[in-house]
């Protein structure tokens, strides 16, 4: 695997990258043994019911830039997540154009960011984890990490700018002291929450690690719990916003999104975590849509939606009540500085756990002789 050390390696890699392979004379046509069945591939990079398309290891950073544009069982996954980045990208703009900046605007913008950052991790995975075995697992608990690291924002924000009396949650009940003082309540909330994802967050990762070197049932279990741990907190108070404002003469234009954001993030899940269709009929959908690609799909669908009832109750908020976000009806930090230690420490807090667990992997790998 060639590594860039200098700006003309660098240069010359980019110039790789955009000259098609000595062995066709297309982008879209795959050099020759670029793709391999699934025995001839790494374990951990295998899904059992995706029988053949994965690209060969081992290759240069060139090599797989140019697998955006041949068929391979990675290229939709790609694709599902590179296209939504440049959406969310245009959406930034546009809100950052529409609103300005502003510290009411601070929860909205870093939810969006985050999501953008996950989109983006998201695409760099499924393009360069085949490198290497170890590569690929890098990557994915950068993926992991961002994952928990939105859901963060994204819980935060629906705090923020929703959720205007935490009483009127039971799963925000759940987590205060009480339900009588909405300013105390928001505060331990929004500290429980910032907890949740710290404990969240290590289980995700180290759990993903585990599970994948050693096969382990309760490693297994620790990650997917640290993974739908975050996302139930934001899905337990948005529903309940949704079931508190269902029957409202004039309810608010965020309910459908709300609902919508859940229901996506529902149908992807089940999808990713049957493994159908292709578990159906192994073999039929390895350069279609196998349920990665999907759950890449409803993902998108759910995060925009997230992002648009995030947005339009910002509007409401800022429509109805000039003195919006004051600590006095928040209860918890709102500038831009204090509202970002939280995603800050938790992105400090994966860097070490990354860290941790890419140096436990190399040394595996090493001793298994396959890095």
């Given at each position: 695997m060639i590594r860039p050390r200098s700006i003309q390696e660098f240069k010359q890699l980019l110039t790789n990258c955009l000259t098609p392979s000595r062995s066709s004379s297309h982008w879209w046509i795959p050099p020759v043994d670029a793709v391999q069945p699934i025995g001839a591939v790494h374990p951990w990079l295998r899904n059992p019911y995706v029988l053949s398309g994965y690209r060969v290891l081992y290759q240069d950073y060139g090599f797989y830039a140019r697998s955006l544009f041949y068929k391979h069982n990675e290229l939709i996954n790609i694709w599902t997540h590179l296209i939504p980045t440049l959406i969310v990208l245009a959406q930034l703009s546009r809100d950052l154009l529409t609103f300005g900046m502003g510290?009411?605007?601070?929860?909205?913008?870093?939810?969006?960011?985050?999501?953008?950052?996950?989109?983006?991790?998201?695409?760099?995975?499924?393009?360069?984890?085949?490198?290497?075995?170890?590569?690929?697992?890098?990557?994915?608990?950068?993926?992991?990490?961002?994952?928990?690291?939105?859901?963060?924002?994204?819980?935060?924000?629906?705090?923020?700018?929703?959720?205007?009396?935490?009483?009127?949650?039971?799963?925000?009940?759940?987590?205060?002291?009480?339900?009588?003082?909405?300013?105390?309540?928001?505060?331990?909330?929004?500290?429980?929450v910032v907890r949740l994802t710290f404990v969240s967050l290590c289980l995700a990762v180290v759990g993903r690690v585990l599970a994948k070197i050693h096969g382990s049932t309760v490693a297994l279990i620790a990650r997917n719990m640290g993974l739908l741990t975050p996302c139930l907190l934001y899905f337990g108070t948005s529903l309940e916003y949704v079931r508190a404002h269902w029957d409202a003469q004039n309810p608010p234009q965020s309910?459908?999104?709300?609902?919508?954001?859940?229901?996506?993030?529902?149908?992807?899940?089940?999808?990713?975590?049957?493994?159908?269709?292709?578990?159906?009929?192994?073999?039929?959908?390895?350069?279609?849509?196998?349920?990665?690609?999907?759950?890449?799909?409803?993902?998108?669908?759910?995060?925009?939606?997230?992002?648009?009832?995030?947005?339009?109750?910002?509007?409401?908020?800022?429509?109805?009540?000039?003195?919006?976000?004051?600590?006095?009806?928040l209860g918890y930090p709102t500038t831009s500085t204090d509202l970002f230690y939280p995603v800050v420490l938790c992105a400090t807090l994966a860097a070490f756990v990354i860290l941790c667990t890419s140096a436990y992997t190399r040394h595996i790998l090493t001793k298994l002789k396959v890095q």
């Open positions: 510290p009411q605007y601070t929860a909205y913008y870093t939810c969006v960011l985050l999501t953008l950052a996950t989109f983006l991790v998201s695409t760099l995975v499924h393009t360069f984890g085949s490198l290497s075995e170890f590569t690929h697992e890098l990557l994915f608990a950068v993926d992991v990490s961002t994952i928990v690291v939105a859901c963060l924002a994204t819980t935060l924000a629906l705090n923020d700018y929703t959720i205007s009396d935490p009483g009127e949650s039971l799963t925000l009940c759940a987590l205060s002291r009480t339900s009588t003082e909405p300013d105390g309540c928001r505060v331990y909330i929004y500290w429980v309910l459908p999104y709300h609902l919508a954001h859940f229901v996506f993030w529902l149908i992807g899940g089940f999808c990713y975590g049957t493994r159908i269709p292709e578990r159906l009929n192994p073999g039929h959908y390895d350069h279609s849509f196998h349920s990665h690609s999907i759950m890449h799909v409803f993902t998108f669908l759910s995060s925009f939606s997230a992002i648009t009832a995030l947005r339009c109750d910002m509007v409401r908020l800022h429509s109805n009540q000039d003195t919006m976000f004051s600590i006095s009806r």
